[in-house]
């Protein structure tokens, strides 16, 4: 069971990870519409979805999550580091989407990084932070989350 402070942000990779998995098999010709114009959709729905659900998603981690594991956990900094180098790598992909001549193999990887991320979030990131936090700092965070992740909603 999740720890109900990072409940809205593991939905989110919920969806991220179906998404991550359209994108690979767009790109390998295996959805349809195939060809360009399903390639063009799908682009379409990454960017979409970056925009509306993971800029504040990652803001919320980048914000909140990151600086409170680094504080806590000190040995978290090398993963934490990574995992910033790849939010940056998705905001650029998603933003070279819109003009890109590869588009195909610009989805596929997109959809490795995205998935791969995610991943490490779900199975190192978060069960390290639900070993060490206390009950009153998560709920704190808990709230601080839904502050920034309201936003959103109201779209
Ligand atoms: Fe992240
Ligand atoms: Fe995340």
């Known amino acids: ?64 999550v990151f600086p409170h594991m680094r504080d806590l956990v000190s040995e978290s900094q090398p993963l934490i580091e990574e995992l910033l180098k790849e939010h940056e790598w998705i905001r650029d992909g998603a933003d070279r989407l819109q003009e890109s001549s590869s588009l195909a193999k610009l989805l596929f990887d997109l959809g490795d990084l995205l998935e791969r991320h995610i991943r490490r979030e779900e199975r190192e990131l978060f069960p390290l932070f639900e070993s060490r936090v206390t009950p009153a700092e998560a709920e704190k965070l808990k709230v601080e989350i839904e502050k920034i992740l309201a936003g959103r909603d109201r779209k």
């Not at 295996?30 to 390639?39: I, S, V």
């Open 1 to 64: 069971m999740r720890h109900p402070s990072l409940i809205r942000l593991s939905h989110d990779h919920h969806h991220g990870l179906a998404l991550a998995l359209r994108c690979r098999k767009q790109a390998l010709g295996q959805l349809k519409p195939t060809g360009a114009q399903g390639l063009k959709q799908r682009a379409e729905e990454v960017r979409n979805f970056v925009g509306v659900n993971l800029r504040p998603h990652f803001q919320a981690e980048e914000e909140l």
